[in-house]
């Protein structure tokens, strides 16, 4: 009992972290912040318990990489003399990243005496379950809602002047990177996990895919990207990673692949004929099908939004170190050019061309670097989980198509997993089945 305590404050501790709001009696700092700053405590402790104060090499240029970021906007904003000092500050959002990350990790590797992969996806999949249910309550109890928006700052006036539901700090494509992410990870441990899954678990990642799926496109489209990739690599998988007999059956994964198939659509038609306002919710999370089946035609309010909003730079140095603007220039007084009534910077919210607008290809690449690096250091330690990594990083970069999310924070877990990780137990303990959620 006490254990299941344990478990379930590290899973809302972990959602402080994955999805970081605000307490309306605390609102001088979000959650992220509060973990960071333990994180640096617990930085502290591991240090003293193993007598090394040391930095690995891998962070070391990850924080390089890192500086350039905030140098390159700096160049940009002094160049272009604009106030707008979105990304100067990237190596310090990085750091505080990095040092969250570190506090989760340490308390889930306190909690059940080791830290891996699997275990830090185990709480990532609670967290985002625990969010779509959250979020479910929100919307159709109202005694519910009052609670959260009393106590949780998360712009819900926005939100519901825009008619989007949410969670407690997963909103809008925040939580639809999130989500997408966890898909993938998913995906990844229920068709090629080095390690044996038992019937059980498997039936919980499918399970956990399709209610993930399904609530988490009604919160946020953004989703259905880590829906697709998932789905991708549970039919190709088969062909990358041959089925091994000591390990489990082709039969094993033409069920996961089927039953995950099976399962989406089955549950996703019973909620739409049986729930009104379910119903609507659906129509949204999944208009693009909608409108296929119905038109013939793929459409969303999204993609058309997208179309309208690709403006490409005129000018040779808008395309090598930006124009200095992030948000809408309409802030800045001194702005002489036109401006947009709302929106950002020349009426873009595509992710790539917000970045070549701030600080041009030249930041560009520093940012793609960032998640780039961070991906192949985690792939290079946990190499049996390598396309995890590299999936999630096709996530990362797909969703700048659409917004400027980035995903560095998902790679800070696992980068800090590696860090508290026993490089004893790590060579020396067989790997064990997964069984069971932590």
């Keep these: 009992m006490f254990k299941t305590l344990k478990i379930i404050l590290t899973v809302l501790v972990t959602s402080f972290y994955f999805f970081p709001f605000t307490f309306s009696f605390l609102p001088v700092t979000n959650t992220k912040n509060l973990l960071a700053a333990l994180g640096l405590v617990f930085v502290v402790f591991e240090m003293i318990r193993r007598r090394d104060i040391s930095a690995p090499n891998e962070l070391l240029v990850l924080l390089l990489i890192s500086s350039m970021v905030s140098i390159t906007s700096i160049i940009s904003i002094t160049y272009n003399e604009t106030p707008d000092t979105t990304y100067v500050s990237y190596i310090r959002s990085a750091i505080i990243w990095l040092s969250g990350a570190f506090s989760v990790c340490y308390i889930i590797r306190g909690v059940h005496g080791r830290i891996d992969v699997s275990l830090v996806v185990h709480y990532l999949i609670g967290v985002c379950l625990f969010q779509c249910v959250s979020a479910m309550l929100i919307t159709f109890i109202p005694t519910v809602q009052a609670f959260v928006d009393s106590y949780v700052m998360q712009s819900q006036d926005f939100l519901k002047d825009v008619n989007r539901i949410y969670g407690i700090g997963a909103s809008l494509d925040v939580a639809g990177i999130r989500f997408s ?9 229920l068709v090629s996990s080095p390690q044996r899954v038992s019937i059980g678990m498997s039936t919980f990642y499918t399970l956990s895919f399709v209610v993930i799926t399904i609530i988490g496109n009604m919160i946020a489209r ?5 829906t697709g990739i998932g789905l991708a690599w549970i039919l190709v998988s088969p062909f990358i990673y041959p089925t091994k007999k000591e390990k489990e059956s082709p039969v094993g994964k033409g069920v996961a692949i089927l039953g995950t198939l099976a399962s989406l659509i089955a549950v996703s038609v019973f909620l739409y004929n049986t729930f009104p306002d379910v119903k609507e919710l659906l129509r949204f999370g999944f208009e693009g099908f909608f409108s296929l089946f119905e038109t013939g035609e793929w459409h969303t309010d999204s993609t058309d939004k997208l179309e309208s909003m690709i403006v490409w730079p005129e000018e040779l140095r808008t395309w090598i170190i930006g124009d200095g603007y992030f948000e809408n220039s309409r802030n800045d007084p001194n702005y002489l050019g036109s401006t947009t009534d709302d929106g950002f910077y020349m009426g873009t919210d595509i992710g790539y061309l917000r970045f070549i607008y701030y600080f041009g290809i030249a930041g560009l690449i520093w940012m793609i670097a ?7 250091v985690c792939a290079n330690y946990f190499k049996d989980f390598s396309w995890l990594f590299a999936l999630a990083l096709f996530v990362g970069l797909i969703v700048w198509l659409k917004v400027s999310s980035d995903i560095f924070f998902f790679f800070c877990l696992f980068l800090c997993a590696a860090a508290l990780q026993e490089k004893q137990a790590v060579e020396s303990e067989p790997t064990p089945e997964i069984s069971e959620a932590p």
């Design 181 to 189: 992410a966890v898909l993938v990870a998913i995906a990844i441990l």
């Design 370 to 376: 960032v998640v780039a690096y961070s991906a192949y």
């Design 222 to 226: 953004t989703t259905i990207i880590g």
